[in-house]
């Protein structure tokens, strides 16, 4: 199982970006996805997952300006985060089902 994610970079706060995480090795179509993300000294949290029928869940702090789409053809799911915080720096991790983990992918939002 492969979970590759890409796109973090440097924002300012307000900015967007768009994280990709694209699955090898399993049948994604089946798979709940979830992105979580581990801020400096703190423990890992979930900030958005969708569930193979498409029922998406936010964490609080993100409603309203992150989205979690995902697309079974390309075994690909995306994070399209907006009107970043400098709250929302941190490693972004794609995780599928219960067990399997991506390498992260780092944010930094500069205030």
């Known amino acids: 199982v492969q979970l590759q994610a890409s796109g973090g970079g440097l924002v300012q706060a307000g900015g967007s970006l768009r994280l990709t995480c694209k699955a090898r090795?399993?049948?994604?179509?089946?798979?709940?996805m979830g992105w979580y993300r581990q801020a400096p000294g703190k423990q890992r949290e979930l900030v958005a997952s969708?569930?193979?029928?498409?029922?998406?869940t936010y964490a609080d702090s993100v409603k309203g300006r992150f989205t979690v789409s995902r697309d079974n053809a390309w075994r690909t799911v995306y994070l399209q985060m907006n009107n970043l915080k400098f709250e929302d720096t941190g490693v972004y991790f794609c995780?599928?089902?219960?067990?399997?983990w991506g390498k992260g992918t780092l944010v930094t939002v500069s205030s």
């Open positions: 995780k599928a089902g219960q067990n399997h």
């Open positions: 090795g399993i049948n994604f179509k089946i798979y709940e």
């Open positions: 969708i569930t193979s029928g498409g029922t998406k």
